[in-house]
Structures are given as C-alpha cells and as structure tokens.
C-alpha cells in the first residue's frame, strides 16, 4: 500500500465511524454536532412558575400542602404545560392520612426505556406556608428543563422521566409509594435519579450536591466548578432521593439549602433569589443534557 493508499484509508474508516463528518473537523466539533450544548434560560423563564405557584397558594388559604386544593391546583399548573409541550403524564394516586395524594409523572417520548434517566421534585408544600422555595423553587426549575425539552426536540439516548412528588413534606410519602409501586424490573430501568429540593435560596452559602451516582455528581460538580460556585458535598438524604436510594437505585441532585423562612409563613416569591434559582435551574437543565447520553 503506497502511502497515499494508506492515508486514504485511514480517511475512509474515520468517515465511517464518524456517519460522514467532513473529514479536517477538529475533534472538539465533532463532539459539539454529536451532543448540541445545553440550553441557557434567564429568569423570565423561571419566575412566572413561582408566581403562578404563589397565586395558586393565595387562592387556597396560603399553601399547597398534601390533600388541599393548593396542591391539586399546583399539579394542574404543571400537568397543563407539560401536555402542551408534548410530554406524556399521568397520575400516580396513593392514599396518606385520609386524604388522596398524587405524583405527576411525565415521559418524554423516545430513548431506550431499559435505561432511564429520571428527575423528580416535591410539588407539595408545608401545612404552614405557601412553599416557594421549599419546594415550588425545584418544581420550577424542573418544569423548565422539561420545557427546554421540548423546544429543543431533545433526542435522547436514555428515556426521560420527570416527576413531581405529592406528600413530601409528610415523610417523603409520595416518592415512597411510587417506588414502592414499580416492579423489581422498573426499578432496575431507571439509571439514575436526580432530585432537587429547595433551588433559590437567598443568601445561598453554597450548593449541596448530593455524592452517589458518579456522573450525577460530576454533573452538577463541573457546572458549579467553571462557574466558581461554591458547592459542599452530602450524602443521601433529606429528600425524595431517599425512596429511590433505599431501593438500591443511583441517585444524584443538589439544594440550595434551608433559610429562615422554611416552612414557615414567609416562605413566598419574595423568598426566592432570581439569580439563585436561574443558575440551579441551568444546572438542571445541564446535568440532563449530559446524563441523557450513555456513555
Ligand atoms: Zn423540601
């Protein structure tokens, strides 16, 4: 083989493990066409969910707790974008302390359903207050990511599943009916799951990023890193992890951590730092372009 031959063959099988990228294209952009960079949402984008989740608590007595009609109106808020955006949801009910209580699941379609990559956040508040940050924050923020799916036309590698959890606030009661209701098989579909609990406190120390499944925190480690965010690592705990961790199944997320009004009355859009919640929510929305690809 002459060396020209030989060099054009060698051109040939990288076009060909390559699908046909132009060959001369630095590596770097390769990468970028094979895995388009995450959408950037500014607080417009987030915000009005937490308006829309404080007037829904106004209209209802002042919160959005388990078995009231705050929550039912929170899971309508949410359960109307995500048809419109093209999401499959359903409801998934259980029963605590007399009263009926629901997850909302939603599937966006496509990807391999034995490799799932889910994200979840309590929609509940507590009895005492409206909630906001704790946890309408991670309900919105989540909300916005699936809206970015959507606009983007995320193609994905791994299926992905979102869910907002009813009940939290009365012992993670919602999330453990779910998993408690999936089957050995389902529970071994879902990869990973990612949870975010409290989003934009204000005067945040730092972002608590949970340490469990590897690339979750790695994920959420590197975005926080190249944005010089201070972040202190926890374990499992705390929140609607827990339910998915307990039945052996990786996990991952981030809070923003408590404040003086959790679970308290003061606990409103006021309470939410903007800024705090834009960077969690683009961290969501990047850890889920990331994670969706199985590497
Ligand atoms: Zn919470």
Redesign the pocket.
């Known amino acids: 083989m002459s060396r020209r031959l030989r060099r054009a063959t060698a051109v040939l099988g990288l076009c060909a493990v390559l699908g046909g990228v132009p060959v001369g294209v630095p590596a770097a952009a390769v990468q970028l066409r094979a895995e388009p960079a995450p959408p950037v949402v500014t607080a417009d984008q987030v915000m009005p969910h937490l308006y829309a989740l404080q007037r829904i608590a106004d209209g209802a007595g002042g919160n959005r707790a388990h078995g009231t009609r705050g929550y039912r109106g929170s899971v309508a808020y949410v359960k109307a974008q995500l048809d419109r955006a093209g999401f499959r949801t359903t409801l998934h009910r259980f029963t605590h302390a007399g009263a009926a209580g629901y997850n909302l699941v939603a599937d966006w379609p496509g990807g391999d359903p034995g490799h799932v990559l889910f994200a979840g956040a309590?929609l509940d508040s507590v009895e005492d207050g409206p909630?906001i940050n704790?946890?309408g924050s991670?309900a919105a923020a989540l909300l916005a990511t699936a809206l970015e799916v959507s606009k983007a036309g995320l193609a994905t590698d791994r299926h992905l599943r979102f869910a907002w959890w009813g009940a939290?606030?009365q012992g993670m009661v919602g999330s453990t009916a779910y998993v408690r209701d999936l089957s050995a098989a389902e529970r071994d579909r879902i990869d990973v799951y990612v949870n975010v609990?409290?989003a934009g406190t204000r005067d945040i120390r730092q972002w608590l990023v949970v340490h469990d499944d590897p690339s979750a925190a790695r994920a959420f480690e590197e975005y926080f890193a190249a944005r010089n965010l201070p972040t202190f690592e926890i374990g499992v705990g705390g929140?609607d992890h827990v339910s998915f961790g307990d039945a052996g199944i990786p996990v991952g997320g981030f809070a923003t951590g408590i404040d003086d009004c959790t679970h308290e009355v003061c606990d409103r859009v006021e309470n939410v730092d903007p800024r705090t919640e834009t960077i969690s929510t683009n961290a969501v929305i990047s850890a889920v372009w990331q994670l969706i690809a199985r590497h």
């Open positions: 309590h909630g704790d946890n991670g939290e606030e609990d409290m929140s």
